[in-house]
């Protein structure tokens, strides 16, 4: 949301591309600006605790952005094409906008696994999720991984506000309900494991989808909710997590 | 030790409790008698916040303009805007203190009808006029006595599409709504009023009023290959709806609820938007109305006043307020009186009153005051409003 | 006397204050927001035993506040008039069904106040019990999601479903019969006896707590709270009383959403939303997790700012920001048992001990 309400406020001063760049470089900074001030000074915060205090940050993230950019709505441009060309593939059209978004998914996916699976610094990272006190002792410095974790979700978080606003448009009040999608979808997937997620975003999505031929299409929020409670009262590892994996983590 | 934590319990909140309340009751009892109150509770936050929005800000414009040029009936009026985020409870709490605390003349609002009507019985029982910015033909029919309503009814706005359609020779229909009072409002009266015009609904769809995307929507729609589309909602799903339809190559023409009446979503569907048919107060098309017509010159003056104020275009919804405001003002100088029994019988003879939304014709038993022909049927042409010919 | 006993008779004290005090300088009009903030109250002291004593939290509350409210609204503004048949003749012979007049001179044929609260409460029991079981095996952000996940699904029902009104809620719910001529309303005449009514719930709940805080159950929850493997060592059957604990804040939220329904005369689907819920653990977490009386307090306070519109448009702001700072600075709450004491640790500027992970 964030992401998304600041580059629309910079496109009107610099082109789309500078705009949507310092969008995500703002939205960083902010990140880390909440990690440093909420969260890292509290001695051995118990998740629960984080959990209530990032709660209050978004609400008051959504309240001030209510009373910064006010109630209407949003949008950027189509990145290419406008909003009614379409590509046809084979009978299904596609607006040129989707193609943006899977692409730059399918980018930050590949850019994660890379960072968490070659650089040092991601790997430091899974560690301090895995066990922080053993990541500690070798030498990690836990806290600024936790800092580095809320950049790089901010960031990844704006990159998404971005590109998909120009076609869902962005409003004050409009993380809310990303955020606990997203939820459902590291949930589902498994936290911890970006490619398992995206599949998992994808079974989430058509599940959806499809769910409005059988249900009124009022309850198609209910159902991705129904499906994380199942998720977690079955398999709390999610689908595609390992069970042995999630027992070493320390929730 | 459980000795010392029972009188903690027991005495600190005490002391926070009893020191917090003494502020609350008696800090607020002083009162002047001069000033017209009138209360308005508007959705200024929340869901419906772009109801309550504009409205809350036509009435600060108002009042302040009505104070400038020294009040009514040498009294000065004070305004008192309570948020009610769009909750019902929310309102009926500010309705019972607005009357029976503030002892306020009269209430403008709520934005919403879901509120209004659980407020009605508060406005009928505290004999206070509600004048209510919400659309649901149920809060003024059956007609209650104190309670009036300034937007155009949803009938008359399906009305006038149905006889568009009429126009255009459609019978085989596809209908999305919103899932917000609004949506369902609207879905209600073309499914009551369609068999009247010999129009039939092959898919009835209702959606998430804060979805993101509604493409399985529309392909539900075109799979059962209709002739026009109605989609009833407000923002920002009628802007999407629009665009994911023309995405996936629906072509027939597509009807939109007098919510579309503003410029934002045009902007936001960009291209999409053309072409789009819906019904609307004329306030969107307050520069190229005739000269000839009565509504034009207070259009143009409330467009430019709001303009210059709040550096943005108008909503209709802004309007329903400027409309509730001076048809109070109006009945309080027929009245000339500050009786709220008179004010009352008088905006019930109000006739030929030029408001925002239409011409006003009221009587004891229409306490909205609006038909068709409130409406224009306007489309978009190039990104502006334009009146269909 | 115990100091319980003290503490409920101050408390009982304080109410009749504030009664008297409206009625000496002319203000009774405060008393209709302080019967809503009753309610409210009941629904924070319920959660406070969940989340304080038996140390789970629940992000879905204003769920059960919805299923209560809603049950009932639909009950008693149902018009069965035209349906017929034997189980609705039989209902009506055993009168459990009532005939009234709305506001437009119609009649309604509906079911009785008692009966649709009754079948309100049962339908939380069966919910919270049947939720209940698994969403408690759950711990740390996973309950917390799943209990979120609750009360969304609950919100998403009332929203999306044509016969509980939609968006619009229901409308025009008649007043709750009580014996002796009293009736749960919000109509102004009967304001003073619905402002003892709804306290005195909430004192019965705070009755009934205290109780259970004291007896073998409340010691069982606290060892559950302190360390859950060691007392499931020592034999507590420590889910079962989780669960149970879970069941009676749930009743709680649902009795408090039944009666606030009839005083209100209806209930929309903003009662259900995810930020009443939020709102719900901002109060106890500030009134102190494990201090009934703190919880009952603050709900009194703030719910009762809140509902005169005392925080404007800041209104969802201010609980956002009161749940950071308390969990900041104070995750234990602020009136919380060791006050005095960390005050003075504060002064003397030794560091606090480890918080438990």
């Given at each position: 949301?964030?992401?998304?309400?600041?580059?629309?406020?910079?496109?009107?001063?610099?082109?789309?591309?500078?705009?949507?760049?310092?969008?995500?470089?703002?939205?960083?900074?902010?990140?880390?600006?909440?990690?440093?001030?909420?969260?890292?000074?509290?001695?051995k915060?118990?998740?629960?605790?984080?959990?209530?205090i990032?709660?209050?940050?978004?609400?008051?993230?959504?309240?001030?952005?209510?009373?910064?950019?006010?109630?209407?709505?949003?949008?950027?441009?189509?990145?290419?094409?406008?909003?009614?060309?379409?590509?046809?593939?084979?009978?299904?059209?596609?607006?040129?906008?989707?193609?943006?978004?899977?692409?730059?998914?399918?980018?930050?996916?590949?850019?994660?696994?890379?960072?968490?699976?070659?650089?040092?610094?991601?790997?430091?990272?899974?560690?301090?999720?895995a066990?922080?006190?053993?990541?500690?002792?070798?030498?990690?410095?836990?806290?600024?991984?936790?800092?580095?974790?809320?950049?790089?979700?901010?960031?990844?978080?704006?990159?998404?506000?971005?590109?998909?606003?120009?076609?869902?448009?962005?409003?004050y009040?409009?993380?809310?309900?990303?955020?606990?999608?997203?939820?459902?979808?590291?949930?589902?997937?498994?936290?911890?494991?970006?490619?398992?997620?995206?599949?998992?975003?994808?079974?989430?999505?058509?599940?959806?989808?499809?769910?409005?031929?059988?249900?009124?299409?009022?309850?198609?929020?209910a159902?991705?909710?129904?499906?994380?409670?199942?998720i977690?009262?079955?398999?709390?590892?999610?689908?595609?997590?390992?069970?042995?994996?999630?027992?070493?983590?320390?929730? | 030790?459980?000795?010392?934590?029972?009188?903690?319990?027991?005495?600190?909140?005490?002391?926070?409790?009893?020191?917090?309340?003494?502020?609350?009751?008696f800090?607020?009892?002083?009162?002047?008698?001069?000033?017209?109150?009138?209360?308005?509770?508007?959705?200024?936050?929340?869901?419906?916040?772009?109801?309550?929005?504009?409205?809350?800000?036509?009435?600060?414009?108002?009042?302040?303009?009505?104070?400038?040029?020294?009040?009514?009936l040498?009294?000065?009026?004070?305004?008192?805007?309570?948020?009610?985020?769009?909750?019902?409870?929310?309102?009926?709490?500010?309705?019972?203190?607005?009357?029976?605390?503030?002892?306020?003349?009269?209430?403008?609002?709520?934005?919403?009808?879901?509120?209004?009507?659980?407020?009605?019985?508060?406005?009928?029982?505290?004999?206070?006029?509600?004048?209510?910015?919400?659309?649901?033909?149920?809060?003024?029919?059956?007609?209650?006595?104190?309670?009036?309503?300034?937007?155009?009814?949803?009938?008359?706005?399906?009305?006038?599409?149905?006889?568009?359609?009429?126009?255009?020779?459609?019978?085989?229909?596809?209908?999305?709504?919103?899932?917000?009072?609004?949506?369902?409002?609207g879905?209600?009266?073309?499914?009551?009023?369609?068999?009247?015009?010999?129009?039939?609904?092959?898919?009835?769809?209702?959606?998430?009023?804060?979805?993101?995307?509604?493409?399985?929507?529309?392909?539900?729609i075109?799979?059962?290959?209709?002739?026009?589309?109605?989609?009833w909602?407000?923002?920002?799903?009628?802007?999407?709806?629009?665009?994911?339809?023309?995405?996936?190559?629906?072509?027939?023409?597509?009807?939109?609820?007098?919510?579309?009446?503003?410029?934002?979503?045009?902007?936001?569907?960009?291209?999409?938007?053309?072409?789009?048919?819906?019904?609307?107060?004329?306030?969107?098309?307050?520069?190229?109305?005739?000269?000839?017509?009565?509504?034009?010159?207070?259009?143009?003056?409330?467009?430019?006043?709001?303009?210059s104020?709040?550096?943005?275009?108008?909503?209709?919804?802004?309007?329903?307020?400027?409309?509730?405001?001076?048809?109070?003002?109006?009945?309080?100088?027929?009245?000339?009186?500050?009786?709220?029994?008179?004010?009352?019988?008088?905006?019930?003879?109000?006739?030929g009153?030029?408001?925002?939304?239409?011409?006003?014709?009221?009587?004891?038993?229409?306490?909205?005051?609006?038909n068709?022909?409130?409406?224009?049927?306007?489309?978009?042409?190039?990104?502006?409003?334009?009146?269909?010919? | 006397?115990?100091?319980?006993?003290?503490?409920?008779?101050?408390?009982?004290?304080?109410?009749?204050?504030?009664?008297?005090?409206?009625?000496?300088?002319?203000t009774?009009?405060?008393?209709?927001?302080?019967?809503?903030?009753?309610?409210?109250?009941?629904?924070?002291?319920?959660?406070?035993?969940?989340?304080?004593?038996?140390?789970?939290?629940?992000?879905?509350?204003?769920?059960?506040?919805?299923i209560?409210?809603?049950?009932?609204?639909?009950?008693?503004?149902?018009?069965?008039k035209?349906?017929?048949?034997?189980?609705?003749?039989?209902?009506?012979?055993?009168?459990?069904?009532?005939?009234?007049?709305?506001?437009?001179?119609?009649?309604?044929?509906?079911?009785?106040?008692?009966?649709?609260?009754?079948?309100?409460?049962?339908?939380?029991?069966?919910?919270?019990?049947?939720?209940?079981?698994?969403?408690?095996?759950?711990?740390?952000?996973?309950?917390?999601?799943?209990?979120?996940?609750?009360?969304?699904?609950?919100?998403?029902?009332?929203?999306?479903?044509?016969?509980?009104?939609?968006?619009?809620?229901?409308s025009?719910?008649?007043?709750?019969?009580?014996?002796?001529?009293?009736?749960?309303?919000?109509?102004?005449?009967?304001?003073?006896?619905?402002?003892?009514?709804?306290?005195?719930?909430?004192?019965?709940g705070?009755?009934?707590?205290?109780?259970?805080?004291?007896?073998?159950?409340?010691?069982?929850?606290?060892?559950?709270?302190?360390?859950?493997?060691?007392?499931?060592?020592?034999?507590?059957?420590?889910?079962?009383?989780?669960?149970?604990?879970?069941?009676?804040s749930?009743?709680?939220?649902?009795?408090?959403?039944?009666?606030?329904?009839?005083?209100?005369g209806?209930?929309?689907?903003?009662?259900?939303?995810?930020?009443?819920?939020?709102?719900?653990?901002?109060?106890?977490?500030?009134?102190?997790?494990?201090?009934?009386?703190?919880?009952?307090?603050?709900?009194?306070?703030?719910?009762?700012?809140?509902?005169?519109?005392?925080?404007?448009?800041?209104?969802?702001?201010?609980?956002?920001?009161?749940?950071?700072?308390?969990?900041?600075?104070?995750?234990?709450?602020?009136?919380?048992?060791?006050?005095?004491?960390?005050?003075?640790?504060?002064?003397?500027?030794?560091?606090?001990?480890?918080?438990?992970?």
């Amino acid at each position: 949301m964030l992401g998304g309400m600041i580059a629309v406020t910079m496109h009107k001063l610099v082109p789309l591309p500078l705009a949507i760049l310092f969008a995500v470089v703002l939205t960083m900074i902010v990140g880390a600006v909440i990690e440093i001030v909420f969260i890292r000074w509290l001695h051995k915060p118990s998740v629960l605790r984080m959990v209530i205090i990032t709660i209050g940050i978004s609400i008051l993230i959504r309240e001030i952005a209510l009373h910064i950019w006010g109630e209407s709505v949003r949008a950027l441009p189509y990145f290419t094409g406008s909003s009614v060309s379409s590509i046809n593939l084979g009978g299904v059209y596609i607006s040129s906008q989707v193609l943006w978004v899977v692409g730059i998914g399918a980018l930050a996916v590949a850019a994660l696994t890379a960072f968490f699976g070659l650089t040092m610094l991601g790997r430091q990272m899974r560690a301090c999720a895995a066990n922080r006190d053993a990541a500690r002792l070798c030498g990690i410095d836990a806290k600024n991984m936790v800092t580095l974790s809320f950049v790089l979700s901010a960031a990844i978080g704006a990159i998404g506000g971005c590109v998909v606003c120009p076609i869902t448009y962005v409003q004050y009040d409009s993380g809310t309900q990303l955020a606990i999608k997203g939820f459902t979808v590291a949930i589902l997937g498994g936290l911890g494991n970006s490619t398992a997620a995206v599949g998992a975003g994808m079974i989430l999505g058509i599940l959806e989808s499809f769910s409005i031929w059988v249900l009124p299409t009022a309850y198609k929020e209910a159902i991705s909710i129904a499906i994380l409670l199942a998720i977690l009262f079955v398999k709390p590892s999610g689908i595609f997590g390992s069970a042995e994996a999630a027992r070493l983590k320390e929730f | 030790m459980r000795g010392k934590r029972m009188s903690l319990k027991g005495t600190v909140p005490g002391i926070v409790l009893a020191a917090s309340l003494a502020i609350l009751l008696f800090g607020t009892v002083a009162r002047a008698a001069e000033p017209i109150k009138i209360g308005a509770i508007l959705s200024v936050t929340g869901p419906a916040s772009f109801l309550g929005a504009p409205e809350a800000k036509t009435l600060e414009m108002l009042v302040a303009e009505t104070n400038k040029k020294g009040g009514v009936l040498g009294h000065k009026v004070e305004l008192i805007i309570k948020d009610s985020g769009a909750s019902p409870e929310k309102a009926f709490s500010f309705a019972k203190q607005l009357i029976d605390e503030d002892k306020v003349f009269a209430i403008i609002g709520p934005s919403t009808s879901g509120e209004t009507m659980k407020i009605k019985g508060v406005a009928e029982a505290g004999k206070t006029i509600l004048l209510s910015c919400a659309a649901a033909e149920d809060i003024v029919n059956p007609v209650a006595k104190w309670v009036f309503k300034t937007p155009q009814k949803d009938s008359d706005a399906v009305i006038k599409i149905f006889q568009q359609m009429k126009k255009m020779k459609i019978s085989k229909i596809g209908v999305l709504s919103g899932n917000d009072g609004f949506g369902n409002a609207g879905k209600g009266q073309i499914e009551k009023l369609a068999p009247k015009y010999g129009i039939t609904i092959a898919a009835n769809e209702v959606y998430d009023a804060k979805a993101s995307d509604l493409t399985a929507e529309v392909t539900k729609i075109k799979a059962a290959n209709v002739q026009a589309i109605i989609n009833w909602s407000v923002v920002p799903a009628q802007a999407i709806v629009i665009k994911n339809a023309r995405q996936i190559g629906i072509k027939v023409p597509i009807f939109q609820s007098h919510g579309f009446g503003n410029i934002k979503y045009v902007q936001a569907a960009g291209a999409a938007a053309e072409g789009v048919l819906f019904p609307a107060g004329r306030l969107l098309v307050a520069d190229v109305l005739p000269k000839s017509n009565p509504q034009k010159a207070l259009l143009v003056k409330y467009a430019k006043d709001y303009t210059s104020t709040y550096k943005e275009q108008p909503s209709t919804f802004g309007g329903h307020a400027y409309d509730a405001y001076t048809i109070l003002l109006k009945a309080i100088g027929q009245a000339k009186s500050t009786d709220k029994e008179a004010v009352r019988t008088a905006i019930e003879h109000l006739h030929g009153f030029v408001g925002t939304g239409g011409i006003f014709n009221f009587s004891p038993t229409d306490h909205n005051g609006l038909n068709v022909d409130a409406f224009e049927m306007l489309t978009v042409k190039n990104g502006k409003f334009a009146v269909l010919k | 006397m115990e100091r319980k006993h003290f503490a409920i008779a101050g408390f009982a004290g304080l109410i009749v204050a504030i009664q008297l005090a409206t009625r000496l300088t002319g203000t009774e009009y405060f008393l209709t927001q302080l019967t809503m903030t009753a309610y409210y109250s009941l629904v924070i002291v319920g959660l406070c035993m969940l989340i304080g004593y038996a140390g789970q939290i629940s992000l879905g509350h204003a769920g059960f506040f919805a299923i209560g409210g809603y049950v009932s609204a639909f009950l008693t503004t149902f018009d069965l008039k035209s349906h017929h048949g034997a189980f609705i003749s039989l209902m009506e012979r055993s009168g459990a069904l009532v005939s009234r007049q709305d506001i437009y001179g119609g009649t309604l044929l509906t079911v009785h106040p008692w009966i649709a609260c009754a079948a309100a409460i049962l339908l939380t029991v069966a919910v919270a019990y049947l939720v209940g079981g698994p969403v408690l095996k759950l711990k740390g952000h996973y309950l917390a999601m799943a209990t979120l996940g609750i009360g969304i699904i609950v919100y998403r029902i009332v929203l999306g479903t044509e016969f509980l009104g939609a968006s619009d809620g229901i409308s025009e719910v008649p007043g709750f019969p009580l014996p002796g001529g009293l009736v749960i309303t919000g109509d102004s005449s009967s304001r003073i006896s619905n402002y003892y009514l709804a306290w005195g719930v909430v004192i019965l709940g705070m009755v009934l707590l205290l109780n259970l805080i004291r007896s073998r159950v409340g010691r069982a929850l606290a060892a559950v709270h302190g360390a859950e493997d060691a007392a499931g060592a020592m034999g507590i059957p420590t889910a079962r009383y989780k669960l149970h604990t879970f069941v009676l804040s749930a009743v709680f939220a649902s009795l408090a959403g039944v009666l606030l329904t009839h005083f209100n005369g209806g209930i929309g689907p903003s009662e259900a939303g995810v930020m009443k819920s939020v709102r719900y653990v901002a109060i106890v977490a500030i009134g102190g997790m494990a201090n009934l009386w703190g919880a009952l307090s603050m709900s009194l306070v703030l719910n009762y700012l809140s509902l005169r519109g005392y925080f404007g448009t800041y209104d969802d702001a201010v609980f956002g920001v009161i749940l950071i700072l308390i969990m900041m600075f104070a995750p234990d709450g602020l009136l919380r048992r060791h006050l005095l004491s960390d005050l003075k640790r504060l002064v003397s500027r030794t560091p606090a001990g480890e918080e438990a992970p």
